[in-house]
């Protein structure tokens, strides 16, 4: 479980094929301090789990189901991502409840520079609209923010100058990629109300059941 604070910027420094999957090796120093091997990390918003680790660096195995829902097979050497570790039971939830499991591919849309803040405006497929509603949650490449707008299937978030400055969504461009993950909370309540919507509708067999003789 991850809050969606990033707590630094790690830098790609291999990346190698195995199998159908990639071994990853990630430079940070902050997160360093205190990371064991099986501990998880997220990067860019994908939970991943330490392999190996040296002073300061650390290695991930990303599987084929990881590579096809999210950006981490686009990751080459100099690439900046945005880390951090799982959250402690003691820890304050600064942002909000991240699984760091991604439910899709995102690509901004549209960039509105204000005074103060940045509009990034994302695409993401119309399959999920039940999912993001507007001031809702939504992680991006590992960061807790909220949808200020939803239109059609694309959706506005304003990011302030700190989260800028202390994420790699600085380095967005028109086009780019993004890992977004939906509100869990959002996917429980979808999941259940299409529960109770199922158990309501009649079948055509109905008619052909029998009622039980007293």
Same mark, same amino acid.
């Given at each position: 479980?991850?809050?969606?604070?990033?707590?630094?910027?790690?830098?790609?420094?291999?990346?190698?094929?195995?199998?159908?999957?990639?071994?990853?090796?990630?430079?940070?120093?902050?997160?360093?301090?205190?990371?064991?091997?099986?501990?998880?990390?997220?990067?860019?918003?994908?939970?991943?789990?330490?392999?190996?680790?040296?002073?300061?660096?650390?290695? $991930?195995?990303?599987?084929?189901? =990881? &590579?096809?829902? *999210?950006? /981490?097979?686009? @990751? %080459?050497?100099?690439?900046? #991502? !945005? +880390?951090?570790?799982?959250?402690?039971?003691?820890?304050?939830?600064?942002?909000?409840?991240?699984?760091?499991?991604?439910?899709?591919?995102?690509?901004?849309?549209?960039?509105?520079?204000?005074?103060?803040?940045?509009?990034?405006?994302?695409?993401?497929?119309?399959?999920?609209?039940?999912?993001?509603?507007?001031?809702?949650?939504?992680?991006?490449?590992?960061?807790?923010?909220?949808?200020?707008?939803?239109?059609?299937?694309?959706?506005? $978030?304003?990011?302030?100058?700190? =989260? &800028?400055?202390? *994420?790699? /969504?600085?380095? @967005? %461009?028109?086009?780019?990629? #993004? !890992? +977004?993950?939906?509100?869990?909370?959002?996917?429980?309540?979808?999941?259940?109300?299409?529960?109770?919507?199922?158990?309501?509708?009649?079948?055509?067999?109905?008619?052909?059941?029998?009622?039980?003789?007293?």
């Amino acid at each position: 479980m991850f809050t969606g604070l990033i707590e630094e910027i790690g830098s790609i420094k291999k990346v190698k094929s195995i199998g159908g999957g990639l071994r990853i090796q990630i430079s940070a120093a902050k997160i360093m301090d205190d990371l064991k091997i099986d501990d998880s990390v997220s990067i860019n918003g994908a939970c991943q789990t330490v392999v190996s680790l040296t002073e300061n660096s650390f290695d $991930v195995e990303a599987v084929e189901e =990881t &590579l096809l829902k *999210t950006t /981490l097979e686009k @990751l %080459k050497p100099g690439d900046s #991502v !945005n +880390l951090e570790r799982a959250a402690l039971p003691d820890s304050r939830l600064g942002g909000h409840f991240v699984q760091g499991h991604v439910d899709c591919i995102g690509e901004l849309a549209k960039i509105d520079r204000l005074q103060t803040a940045v509009n990034l405006w994302f695409f993401y497929p119309k399959e999920f609209t039940e999912l993001i509603v507007p001031t809702g949650s939504i992680c991006i490449n590992g960061v807790s923010l909220t949808s200020a707008r939803v239109e059609n299937n694309q959706f506005m $978030v304003a990011i302030i100058p700190h =989260t &800028l400055k202390s *994420t790699n /969504l600085k380095d @967005l %461009k028109v086009g780019g990629k #993004v !890992n +977004l993950e939906f509100d869990i909370i959002g996917k429980y309540v979808v999941k259940i109300l299409d529960a109770s919507n199922l158990s309501k509708r009649t079948s055509p067999l109905d008619k052909y059941i029998t009622q039980p003789m007293d």
